[in-house]
């Protein structure tokens, strides 16, 4: 018999309590395009993105397609925001030259895994390099480790990125967006 298995969020933060948060501050934001590669941590948050008529969610097949969305999206005069797991990092690490580059601006929203409570040792290694290998590619790192800081330091990391053509990521920490475990 094959047993079929899938993670989720367990604890209070199961019903992403933080996706309202972070879908407010995109919208006050004038964020009109969210790129995402499909991710249960953001699962909530992509649904509110792509119901909302102001914005166009697009679904990617590796998250540095991304960072070419978000220049695309900036030459043609509007924000853009990705939505990635810390995974995803590794796999942009070449394309974030081009933020450098262009000193374009590039906001990113990134769900951690391989941190608290992580039970797949897979996530381990990327996500204790993530804020490191972002830091080494000139991106500015904000971490949230509280929902009580989540709507000012979106809000913050928007206005840096927006307002003043830089490149920032802000991650939710594992903490903040609830323990994850196999389920039958």
């Known amino acids: ?5 899938s ?9 992403s309590p933080w996706a309202p948060i972070i879908f407010e501050a995109l919208k006050d934001a004038d ?3 969210v790129t995402y590669v499909p991710d249960a941590g953001h699962t909530r948050l992509i649904g509110m993105c792509s119901d909302a008529p102001e ?6 097949t590796t998250e540095e ?6 220049a695309g999206a900036w030459l043609g005069g509007q924000r853009s925001a990705m939505l990635m797991q810390s995974s995803g990092v590794g796999n942009c690490v070449n ?12 906001l990113t929203i990134v769900t951690m895994r391989g941190e608290y409570q992580e039970f797949n040792p897979w996530q381990v290694p ?3 390099a993530t804020q490191q290998a972002l830091e080494l590619m000139n991106v500015i790192v904000t971490r949230i480790d509280r929902l009580e800081d989540l709507d000012s330091l979106v809000r ?7 307002d003043g053509d830089q490149a920032v990521a802000v991650l939710l920490s594992q903490r903040l967006l609830g323990a994850k475990k196999w389920v039958k």
């Open 1 to 5: 018999m094959e047993i079929a298995r």
């Open 7 to 15: 993670t989720e969020a367990v604890g209070e933060d199961a019903g």
């Open 31 to 33: 964020v009109k395009q």
């Open 55 to 60: 914005m166009d969610a697009m679904v990617l």
């Open 65 to 70: 397609e991304g960072i070419a969305v978000a």
């Open 95 to 106: 394309m974030l030259s081009l933020l450098a580059s262009c000193r374009m601006p590039f």
């Open 126 to 128: 990327m996500g204790q």
């Open 156 to 162: 913050s990391a928007a206005a840096m990125a927006f």
